[in-house]
């Protein structure tokens, strides 16, 4: 018997959670009043979202340790308040190296925490609806810019960058507090009424995560990941940049393009994800693959605001999909038993995105006199190699699944 629990409460208090520990995407809109603010450079200041999504991995391995042994929401719960608080002091630095402590090692802590526990906690529950529920909690994270941005630019406009960093950081720390009293831990095995679990696939295989890596699959899950959140990154971390750099916006517009981007992606996350269950998950990324490609040409090639727009919305919307797909791909593969552990491993090669994409971006507009279409390039390519990856994962998979069918 499961002990009652309203999965549905779970998981909108969980994405509330996750919708303030996604401000991390509009730190875009922060980074040119902070470096007009204080006279840092603004590869000084991209470096603190470099460093708060890198160390995601030993936050994410740490929460999903926690979840798997049923502390979810203490997880949760103190992930969420160290982002408030990395957020809140943010506020009070006056140096690059103290904004690397307070918004990039405290609020990435934080950060990792609280999503590992949202995210492996909340898909457990609906392992009849994975694809759904991945891309619904991921949502909060992709969706969290569209409330921020334009919110920041407000408080920055009202008075400097330093002042908008305390106020949401006092919000923050005061929404997930509530929230977090709506959470309760998942079971392993957790089971819906009327739900019957399926007979094929290895969804049922819980393995822990070493026997984890010595899969081939993982290997190629872990690099697919990167691929996939390489452009994303790219684009999250750089798009007031470039929409004002390459296609002359104000301040004011970029902000709102920010928020588009965010809109993009917190619904891409939802849509792919329910694809995804319908057409499988690795078809899925084949189309999203395709349709980033697609979009990076269209920035090369356009250079209107409309051009700028629809790269922003369709990147944004890949971007998603791939926050959303990769969760559901590691349980079914490994099993619930050990995702948290399992699926902070992976996310590895998401940090790895997060440290290549932007430094990339920065550095080659840099030496183009801010225009980013070389790096484009290099997103184009990167997304070629995920492609390519995915349909080597598959021909794996195929093989693997045959095998176990002649065994049994």
């Given amino acids: 018997m499961n002990k009652p629990i309203n999965r549905w409460v779970v998981l909108i208090a969980s994405t509330t959670v996750l919708l303030c520990t996604g401000a991390i995407y509009a730190f875009s809109v922060f980074a040119g009043p902070l470096s007009a603010l204080k006279g840092w450079s603004m590869g000084e200041i991209m470096m603190a979202f470099t460093i708060n999504s890198a160390v995601g991995p030993i936050p994410m391995i740490l929460g999903g340790f926690l979840t798997d042994k049923g502390w979810a929401k203490w997880s949760i719960m103190v992930g969420g308040l160290l982002f408030g608080l990395g957020f809140y002091l943010s506020g009070l630095v006056n140096s690059p190296e103290m904004l690397y402590v307070t918004y990039g090692i405290i609020g990435g802590i934080g950060q990792g925490l609280a999503y590992s526990g949202c995210l492996s906690n909340t898909i457990r529950l609906f392992p009849d609806k994975r694809g759904l529920a991945s891309g619904i909690i991921t949502a909060g994270m992709g969706g969290a810019a569209i409330i921020a941005a334009p919110i920041v630019n407000l408080l920055i406009e009202a008075e400097d960058a330093l002042h908008a960093f305390r106020v949401l ?200 006199a801010g225009n980013f279409t070389n790096a484009f390039y290099v997103a184009i390519f990167i997304a070629i190699v995920g492609l390519a990856l995915n349909v080597l994962y598959v021909q794996i998979k195929n093989r693997s699944e045959k095998q176990l069918a002649v065994k049994q």
Avoid: H
């Avoid at 923050?172 to 959470?183: E, Q």
């Avoid at 390459?246 to 996350?269: D, E, K, W």
């Avoid at 040409?297 to 209107?304: I, M």
């Avoid at 791939?322 to 079914?332: A, K, T």
């Fill in 169 to 368: 950081g006092i919000a923050y720390i005061v929404i997930v507090a509530i929230a977090s009293f709506f959470i309760q831990s998942a079971p392993a095995n957790y089971q819906p009424e009327g739900w019957t679990p399926p007979t094929r696939g290895t969804g049922g295989v819980n393995r822990n995560w070493l026997k984890m890596l010595q899969t081939p699959q993982f290997y190629l899950i872990f690099f697919m990941l990167f691929t996939g959140a390489f452009s994303g990154l790219m684009i999250a971390s750089n798009a007031s940049n470039i929409g004002q750099q390459m296609f002359g916006l104000s301040a004011t517009t970029a902000a709102f393009y920010v928020s588009l981007y965010s809109l993009s992606n917190c619904i891409g996350r939802v849509v792919w994800g329910t694809v995804s269950d319908r057409i499988g998950r690795n078809n899925t990324l084949n189309i999203i693959f395709g349709v980033i490609i697609v979009a990076f040409l269209l920035l090369t090639t356009l250079s209107s605001q409309l051009g700028f727009a629809l790269g922003i919305i369709i990147l944004g919307l890949c971007f998603g999909g791939v926050m959303g797909v990769f969760p559901p791909i590691v349980m079914e593969n490994y099993g619930p038993k050990n995702q948290g552990v399992n699926y902070g491993i992976v996310f590895c090669g998401y940090s790895a995105a997060a440290f290549f994409g932007p430094r990339v971006a920065v550095s080659m507009a840099a030496s183009n």
